[in-house]
């Protein structure tokens, strides 16, 4: 309770100071919103040319590109602590003043940042969920609601994971090692798109290493009533699962590779 | 002219530092081109369109190698202007513009040299389908290097008026951010320009952007043909003039009521 009380005040603070500089602060907001409306013109000019993409419809496209987006950013906003420079963090030997003070690594590193810049992001996102939901047809219901947010936290869960990834090999490594990059934002260009439509060896990858397709694109097509490699209904509420597991498993790694943390000095 | 050459050959040498994060940018680069190749099949597979489909993958996988050509700036004159220090390149016995012209371009070029020849050989060897295809004859070949040199010089003088707006504001890091994201959406790089709309392309090939890689390429893959190369090599070079020129004036503009910040 103690450690969500520090973080909400964290993150109060981390607002406070980042709107000191308000003409700064909206540029590069707008900036954002420019790089996810631009992501978003890709999609509509795609599916200008093309109609459709294999048994998705045009609303079924929208749908997963604003899930993803909403899941991405959500994370890139409350987990920047993480996905920001949590590598530069054990490069510059900053990790240190980490360490000594009383509460754990993750919780200190979650608190140190927060990106409130993104909400333009997550706002194209929601936009383009809604439009998918419209053209779609989707009929809600409560379990569909319930489904939507399952697996968008776990997808959040599930990209603060991979991103602890680089923070790892970097503990071993020193130097930031950016082909981590590949799963994380390759994950999130190549999950836009539901994944049935890549070849083996990228379906594999984004559905048994970095679970993308469990946690998002299961229940996504489950809302849709479009089943995704045919799997049952069930399986799309148990899938997202998969999202905490890998987190869970990165976070043991994690906590091994501290064992082997030698300060770079500053 | 002397003092020029050697500020590229610095540059240069400081950009062929860093092969270890040059290998990483590499793979990188070629897992995303995979992404986007796979996508673009999919879509062809759903709905087949005039434009044949290895023009679309040549198209990526060319994107994907000059990609350092598009987003490389100079990272020291943003602290320069921070700190002050600009005061000493105002110092300097040379153009500032031409300085700082020249140094984007040795890092631009070495940048993308070096990361783009290796992908470009990997790209060729791949199966039929996905990769990139041999260029649609000879002279095109030849009009579309010309052309990615005229791109280069047109892209160095976008980046100069970026630098210009940094040197107003000290903190651009919101303008520069949506000038490059204008700069990936309208060179082609998100989305290759020959899938926008067929009523768009008069306009969007006629932008600055279309010049940098979206020219190059087109004649590369034989989209564009001899008939053409004059009228768009002419667009290039008044393109290249007039940013030039834009960014010239306000360099001295701003060299005139530059306040440098003390320290």
Redesign the interface.
């Known amino acids: 309770m103690n450690t969500a009380k520090l973080y909400l005040h964290s993150m109060g603070m981390l607002m406070k100071s980042q709107l000191q500089?308000p003409v700064?602060f909206?540029?590069?907001t707008?900036?954002q919103l420019?790089?996810e409306g631009?992501?978003m013109?890709?999609l509509i000019?795609?599916i200008?040319?093309?109609?459709?993409?294999?048994q998705w419809a045009a609303g079924d496209l929208f749908f997963f590109f604003g899930m993803m987006s909403v899941t991405f950013y959500l994370t890139e906003c409350f987990g920047r602590g993480i996905t920001g420079n949590f590598p530069y963090l054990i490069r510059s030997g900053g990790l240190d003043t980490i360490l000594v003070r009383p509460r754990g690594v993750l919780t200190q590193v979650l608190c140190s940042a927060v990106d409130p810049r993104r909400i333009t992001c997550i706002a194209v996102g929601v936009t383009a969920l809604l439009i998918g939901s419209r053209l779609s047809g989707i009929r809600w219901a409560f379990l569909k609601g319930l489904l939507l947010v399952e697996g968008i936290l776990s997808g959040c869960v599930l990209i603060l994971g991979l991103f602890m990834t680089e923070a790892i090999l970097c503990i071993h490594s020193v130097?930031s090692?950016?082909?981590v990059?590949?799963l994380t934002y390759?994950g999130r260009?190549?999950c836009q798109?539901p994944m049935d439509?890549?070849?083996r060896p990228?379906r594999v990858l984004f559905t048994v290493i970095a679970p993308f397709a469990m946690t998002l694109h299961l229940p996504a097509s489950c809302i849709l009533d479009k089943p995704l490699y045919g799997w049952p209904v069930w399986a799309a509420f148990v899938s997202p699962l998969s999202g905490p597991a890998v987190f869970l498993i990165i976070y043991v790694c994690f906590q091994k590779a501290m064992r082997f943390y030698r300060s770079t000095g500053n | 002219m002397k003092a020029y050459l050697s500020v590229f050959h610095i540059r240069r040498k400081m950009e062929l530092q860093y092969r270890?994060?040059m290998l990483?940018?590499i793979?990188?680069q070629m897992?995303?081109g995979?992404?986007?190749i796979?996508?673009y099949r999919?879509?062809y597979?759903?709905?087949p369109?005039e434009l044949p489909i290895s023009h679309v993958v040549s198209y990526v996988w060319l994107q994907q190698a000059f990609f350092r050509m598009l987003l490389a700036s100079d990272p020291d004159l943003g602290d320069k202007i921070r700190t002050g220090s600009i005061s000493y390149d105002l110092c300097r016995p040379m153009d500032l513009y031409g300085f700082y012209y020249i140094r984007i371009m040795a890092q631009k070029l070495t940048g993308s040299l070096m990361r783009g020849i290796p992908m470009l050989c990997f790209a060729l060897f791949l199966p039929r389908g996905w990769g990139l295809t041999l260029p649609s004859s000879p002279p095109g070949l030849a009009i579309s290097v010309l052309a990615l040199i005229l791109g280069l010089l047109c892209v160095c003088a976008l980046e100069n008026i970026t630098m210009a707006f940094t040197m107003r504001t000290l903190?651009a890091?919101?303008?520069q951010?949506?000038l490059n994201?204008?700069m990936?959406?309208l060179a082609g790089n998100?989305?290759p320009l020959t899938?926008?709309?067929d009523s768009w392309q008069k306009v969007i090939t006629l932008l600055p952007y279309a010049q940098l890689l979206d020219a190059p390429i087109r004649f590369y893959t034989g989209e564009y043909g001899m008939d053409r190369a004059l009228r768009i090599l002419l667009v290039q070079i008044v393109w290249v003039f007039l940013l030039t020129l834009l960014g010239r004036l306000m360099w001295s503009r701003n060299q005139k009521r530059l306040i440098l910040q003390g320290g």
């Open positions: 500089y700064s909206f540029l590069q707008l900036a420019v790089m631009g992501e013109l890709a000019l795609v200008d040319r093309f109609d459709r993409l294999g130097k090692v950016e082909f990059n590949a390759g260009s190549a798109y439509i890549y070849p990228l | 270890g994060a990483g940018g793979l990188c897992f995303f995979l992404i986007l796979s996508l999919a879509l597979a759903s709905k369109q903190d890091k919101g303008v951010a949506m994201l204008l990936l959406i998100i989305l899938l926008f709309p």
